[in-house]
């Protein structure tokens, strides 16, 4: 209540992120990524504030899906309780425009990355490992795609979606557009380090997405 005093629009980037964090303590993820959610909601419903950004993930789309990835796909088979609660947080939204009348924009990042990013991510455990001289472990035989998108695209989005709201509720894209493999991702920052990075290969871990692959037709539509 205090956070929105005074505000008319809401941007919700809060959230317990990581796919491993979330199955070793589902409680958690799902305290603060659903029950928050729905705590954010009803705290602007009594605020009568109805315009909402709220951030979710690529990792909805699970393992049903088909790359691209198109905001219609049923979403229906989340692989890890992150996903299920970004997916959750969804449909709460979805439920909260249409009882009571909220503009909200659900905006699926793709694998973000940048200055500030979150060292427990790929990119930041790749480079300061290698700046460091330690070994870094590899989930799988690297051949999981993704989709990265640098933090200033992200950003542009956010600003772009809370300008423009929509009817309704809505759910759009946001991604670099274009795939690579972590084994070459991990070229790329060798090549930019000027150091081979010392890989600790291990199984692949349950619930990470083989591919992530962005269909911005939408976004590129509704937000330019």
Do not use: W
């Not at 009803?42 to 691209?68: C, H, K, N, Q």
């Not at 290698?130 to 992200?154: H, M, N, Q």
């Not at 542009?156 to 084994?183: K, M, S, Y």
């Amino acid at each position: 209540e205090q956070a929105l005093a005074g505000v008319d629009r809401v941007v919700h980037l809060a959230a317990r992120p990581g796919v491993r964090a979330s199955i070793r303590d589902p409680h958690t993820t799902i305290a603060i990524n659903v029950t928050g959610m729905t705590n954010l909601l009803e705290a602007m419903r009594e605020a009568e504030i109805r315009r909402l950004v709220f951030a979710s993930s690529s990792s909805v789309y699970g393992g049903d899906s088909t790359a691209p990835f198109r905001e219609d796909a049923p979403a229906a088979h989340p692989l890890s309780p992150y996903a299920a609660s970004k997916r959750a947080g969804e449909h709460f939204c979805a439920s909260y425009s249409a009882l009571f009348g909220f503009s909200i924009s659900a905006l699926r990042f793709f694998t973000v990355y940048g200055p500030r990013g979150r060292p427990d991510m790929l990119i930041g455990k790749f480079v300061a490992s290698a700046l460091a001289g330690e070994s870094v472990p590899l989930y799988g035989d690297g051949s999981a795609i993704r989709d990265l998108t640098y933090v200033s695209d992200i950003v542009a989005g956010i600003r772009a979606a809370l300008e423009d709201p929509p009817e309704g509720f809505e759910v759009l894209n946001l991604g670099g557009g274009h795939t690579i493999t972590i084994l070459e991702l991990i070229e790329q920052i060798e090549l930019a380090l000027g150091t081979k990075i010392v890989l600790e290969r291990l199984p692949a871990a349950a619930g990470d997405m083989p591919l992530t692959s962005a269909d911005l037709t939408r976004a590129a539509a509704r937000l330019g």
